[in-house]
T-cell receptor
């Protein structure tokens, strides 16, 4: 089945630790995105990538980093510089290279909690 | 700056009722509008995509309309069922929102509860 797979489903981070969230897609989509969802707020864009080896900051990129070495994969690292990382993280993809007249598809999310 | 508002924030209806969810946006220069469904603790499921040149889209019991000039969209659900209970989100895409080309701007959602 084609789709977007995020792992792990739940992740716990200690203070000062970096953690990496995985996002893999087999939809052959060029564009991939990371969003953060907090209670009472809409989804906010962290990073996006429209092509392999290229990515751009979104609205709330501070404290996060990404890589796009393969078309299928877009991992997100939450660094110790992110002061409030507890949230629900969603990965999305679309074709051909932006949301212009194309449909966005989302993974099932990773819930990150600081302990 | 584009802002997306969804009213009401929560809605409870008896099973079988037809209902309408509302979405409004402040900048009419959008590329498309997408409706999503989100179950608790889950990701987003795409329901309908309306391109800026279209007026409506239908899928089964769902019908979404778009009035770009007035900055409004509605999602109509016919003959609601308990399985329709979820949060419904609308999102618009447009040029360079917040410095991110093609970014989706989301509303905060309407939480729907359909009682048996």
């Amino acid at each position: 089945d084609g789709g977007i797979t995020q792992s792990p489903k739940y992740l716990f981070r200690k203070e000062g630790q970096n953690v990496t969230l995985s996002c893999e897609q087999n939809l052959n989509h060029d564009a991939m995105y990371w969003y953060r969802q907090d209670p009472g707020q809409g989804l906010r864009l962290i990073y996006y990538s429209q092509i392999v080896n290229d990515f751009q900051k979104g609205d709330i990129a501070e404290g996060y980093s990404v890589s796009r070495e393969k078309k299928e994969s877009f991992p997100l690292t939450v660094t110790s510089a992110q002061k409030n990382p507890t949230a629900f993280y969603l990965c999305a993809s679309s074709r051909p290279g932006s949301f212009m007249n194309t449909e966005a598809f989302f993974g099932q999310g990773t819930r990150l909690t600081v302990v | 700056k584009q802002e997306v508002t969804q009213i009401p924030a929560a809605l409870s209806v008896p099973e079988g009722e037809n209902l309408v969810l509302n979405c409004s946006f402040t900048d009419s220069a959008i590329y498309n509008l997408q409706w999503f469904r989100q179950d608790p603790g889950k990701g987003l499921t795409s329901l309908l995509l309306i391109q800026s040149s279209q007026r409506e889209q239908t899928s089964g019991r769902l019908n979404a309309s778009l009035d770009k000039s007035s900055g409004r969209s509605t999602l109509y659900i016919a003959a609601s069922q308990p399985g329709d209970s979820a949060t419904y989100l609308c999102a618009v895409s447009g040029r360079s929102y917040g410095g991110s080309q093609g970014n989706l701007i989301f509303g905060k959602g309407t939480k729907l509860s359909v009682k048996p």
